[in-house]
């Protein structure tokens, strides 16, 4: 069945700590997505790809990184963890065409809290 | 840069009323998707709207988009409890704006 996971679902995590944001999808899409959600309010895009070896910062100014070294994969990481990173994080991906259909399918997300 | 503005935030309604969210784009949209997010779950697709003028009908839910293509409405008749959810349009630019910008959602509350 073709999905789109993440891990952790909650993670707790003093300040100062490095983590890595795992997501990964089976329906072979190209692209890929970071977004971060404060409770109740709107989704910014912090992070995209387009495939293999391509990465670019979203709208909303990050202190993470990504990487996309296989298709299927799309780590997240934040170096130094602090308060302010608080958030729940949606990876999604769609597929990449010329044609402008192209809906996005989230993961479950990361609620992350750093303390 | 592009803005996508969506009201009211926050709507309650009795089972059985009518629901209208609103969508404004600061700038011209290529198309527009719309999201259901339920309590504690991720954003859902929809639909997608691209022509202009264009209406879409699923069941009891109505899409449309402007004739200028700058905003969008997401209309549900006979609210039902299992509508409850945050509704977030999402534009996408045309050229270089390529990106979905989300709007900051409507919050439905149905109180049954």
């Known amino acids: 069945e073709a999905d789109i996971y993440q891990t952790p679902r909650y993670l707790v995590i003093g300040t100062g700590k490095k983590i890595t944001l795992e997501c990964s999808q089976t329906m072979g899409h190209d692209k890929m997505y970071w977004y971060q959600q404060d409770p109740g309010m709107e989704l910014h895009l912090i992070h995209y790809?387009?495939?293999?070896?391509?990465?670019e910062k979203g709208d909303l100014s990050s202190e993470s990184t990504v990487s996309r070294i296989r298709t299927e994969h799309f780590p997240l990481t934040l170096e130094s963890a602090r308060p302010s990173h608080t958030s729940q994080y949606l990876c999604?991906?769609?597929?990449?065409?010329?044609?402008?259909?192209?809906?996005?399918?989230f993961g479950p997300g990361t609620r992350l809290t750093v303390l | 840069g592009q803005q996508v503005m969506q009201i009211p935030q926050y709507q309650h309604v009795q089972e059985g009323e009518d629901f209208t969210t609103y969508c404004n784009s600061s700038t011209t949209l290529s198309n527009i998707q719309w999201y259901k997010q339920r309590p504690g779950g991720h954003p859902v697709f929809l639909i997608q709207?691209?022509?202009?003028?264009e209406v879409k009908k699923q069941k009891r839910l109505t899409f449309q988009f402007g004739e200028a293509k700058k905003n969008s409405s997401l209309h549900i008749t006979a609210t039902q409890t299992t509508d409850v959810g945050t509704y977030f349009c999402a534009g996408r630019g045309s050229g270089s704006a390529r990106q979905l910008t989300f709007g900051s959602g409507t919050q439905l509350t149905v109180l049954p």
């Open positions: 790809s387009y495939g293999v070896n391509s990465t």
């Open positions: 709207l691209v022509k202009s003028g």
């Open positions: 999604a991906s769609s597929e990449l065409g010329l044609a402008s259909y192209n809906e996005q399918f």
